[in-house]
């Protein structure tokens, strides 16, 4: 947010502005899922697991790779936080800036959602969304943005002027993460990593560029789906935000439980195996 100008705009500033944009990452040569054999898969899918994320709180479970996940809506409007992990080693997991980079700021059908450096492969690709309709509003808002880094009780204390909030989703992760791998709870949040967030409706504002969120368009039945590219450990909370159309970081707002569902395909789709970490050698330059 840029509030104050102090400088005096050159002579061709206008001509500097109107220069056209270029996509960052263009895709065309990113290696693509076969989408139709994924979707073919869903045809005949058995469910392995079921669980529910209670609200300000979160949960972990396990999809091993080639099964699909759900995360469903069940008695109302909720967001999700969700981090994603290498389930055989935390340190590689979900990172939101470069997925963000390579599919743009909200993700959906066919996207895939890729890990840190310097494994940078694809670890999870959306195989369905039940608010696809969606698309982007009038205000630029669109669902499941890989955005937002979490709401945490780092930012309230500051924003607040020191009050303590225990059910941030950055709090939920760190408890629900040391309660699966029996880490303390300081090491267990220095896993924590910025989420995608499920069913957040969020935008950028037009004339100052702040981060904004609105009530989710989510409703009951509604869910999110896709496939585990390696086997992954995931883990998400239930946003003391709710349905985040006022705020977060409290116990005011309507919370409800949200449903996961892990499924196991008849068959692997044809040809596929987990990706293999990314080629770069590592050298950087340096024999
Ligand atoms: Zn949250």
């Keep these: ?76 409007p909720q967001v999700g936080d969700l981090n994603l992990f290498n389930a055989h080693q935390l340190d590689e997991r979900l990172y939101t800036g470069k997925t963000r980079a390579l599919n743009g700021t909200h993700v959906g059908l066919g996207d895939q959602l890729f890990s840190n450096f310097p494994y940078l492969r694809p670890i999870a690709t959306i195989t369905h969304d039940s608010l696809d309709w969606y698309g982007f509003d009038e205000f630029g808002g669109a669902v499941h943005d890989v955005i937002g880094t979490r709401c945490d009780p780092y930012t309230h204390n500051l924003l607040s002027h020191g009050d303590q909030y225990h059910h941030c989703c950055h709090s939920n992760l760190t408890r629900a993460l040391a309660d699966k791998t029996g880490l303390p709870l300081r090491q267990a949040e220095a896993h924590v990593h910025d989420v995608l967030n499920v069913f957040m409706c969020t935008g950028f504002t037009k004339d100052t560029g702040q981060y904004f969120m609105k009530a989710s368009p989510v409703r009951p039945g509604d869910y999110l789906e896709f496939f585990a590219e390696i086997d992954l450990l995931a883990c998400m909370s239930a946003c003391p935000g709710g349905d985040c159309s006022a705020e977060h970081s409290s116990d ?16 692997l789709p044809e040809g596929w195996a987990p990706p293999a970490w990314n080629g770069y050698d590592r050298s950087h330059g340096r024999g």
């Design 252 to 267: 005011s707002a309507a919370c409800y439980p949200m449903k996961v569902e892990v499924h196991a395909p008849q068959s």
């Design 1 to 76: 947010m840029k509030t104050l100008s102090m400088c005096v705009p050159p002579a061709d500033a206008a001509a500097r502005k109107a220069v056209k944009p270029t996509i960052c990452y263009p895709t065309a040569t990113l290696p693509r899922p076969d989408l139709p054999s994924y979707l073919a898969l869903r045809e005949n899918l058995r469910p392995v697991e079921a669980l529910t994320v209670q609200p300000r709180e979160a949960a972990t479970w396990e999809i091993p790779a080639g099964h699909f996940c759900r995360i469903i809506c069940t008695q109302g």
